[in-house]
Each structure stands twice: as C-alpha cells, then as structure tokens.
C-alpha cells in the first residue's frame, strides 16, 4: 500500500484522547490491574486530525509517524488519570522482562519512541510531550514533561562559579 501512487499513511501509536474511548490509551491503561511501565511516543488525538487535514490538503503522499514529539512512560499517564480522574485508581507496574517470565508473553513488547522528519519536511508541527521554557535571554533552561515534572535545569556558566554548578542543576 506505501508504495502505491497517491496514498499517503498516517501511522499513529499509543492514542491519548480527552474523552473516553475503548480503543485510547488512557482507557486501556486503567483498565489493568498491572501495567507495563515502558516509554513510548504518543499521538494526541486532536493533533492527529490536525495532521491528517494537513496530510489531505497537500495531497502528501508516504508513511508519516504521526506521534507527538518526546515520549512518555505509562506510569506517567496513569499518574495523571489518578490526579484528574480516579484518586482511588490501583495497579501495580512490571517490567516488560516480567511479562515474559510470568508467561503472558514470548517476547518483551515492542516499545518504541518514534521521530517525524517526513512531517517536519513538510512543515507540519506536532505539540511536544516535552518542552523547553528558557529565562534571562536563554541564561537558565527549563525542560520537562507536558505534565509539568521537571527533566533537568540548565544554567549558564557565566551566572554561577563552576564548582556550584553541578549543585545547582
């Protein structure tokens, strides 16, 4: 089918939506009561249409990963779902080594963070799982998750003596 004349294919992985959904991730997730803890990409529902209208009005042709920038593990969703859905909320997270050993599986999963250079050729742009806020003219760094966990601090030389450095970040 990819290698066909005018089709284009929107591949997507992992689909996080607002609403509830039997075939969403978060849906899934919180249906388990043990859950694989492995780091993925994600694609946002509402960017994914964003991304297929795109897709359609350039008559873009090809396989296109459409998964929103930077990855997120499955213990980070079900974080959230129990801050905004179910305080309540039990599971217990194994290792994909786990599942193998316990016979649920031959293999560990697939898992897998994907990049989209086909999307970014064509100048479409996807919101990050992560991102960068910078401060005093790009002096100090701030990246982290969507969900607001901070990943790391960076902090320009010149507003700090070295030896204070790595406390400071």
Known sequence: ????????????????????????????????????????????????????????????????????????????????????????HECTFITPEQLVERGLAAKPRSNCVLASPRLAELGIEMRPIEVEGASGGGLVKVRATAKGQILSVAIDDSLMTLSEKPMLE
């Not at 004349?5 to 991730?25: E, Q, S, Y």
């Not at 249906?31 to 990409?41: C, F, H, K, T, V």
């Not at 396989?63 to 129990?82: D, K, Q």
Request: aromatic letters at 4%; zero cysteines; hydrophobic letters at 40%.
């Open 1 to 88: 089918l990819s290698r066909m004349p005018n089709v284009g294919i929107a591949r997507l992985r992992m689909p996080i939506d607002g609403r509830p959904g039997p075939r969403t991730l978060i849906t899934k997730l919180a249906g388990y009561r043990e859950i694989i803890d492995a780091e993925n990409s994600v694609t946002v529902i509402d960017d994914l249409i964003h991304v297929v209208r795109e897709l359609i009005e350039r008559r873009a042709t090809g396989v296109f990963h459409v998964t929103n920038p930077g990855s997120m593990r499955h213990s980070e969703l079900i974080a959230l779902y129990r801050e905004l859905v179910d305080p309540s």
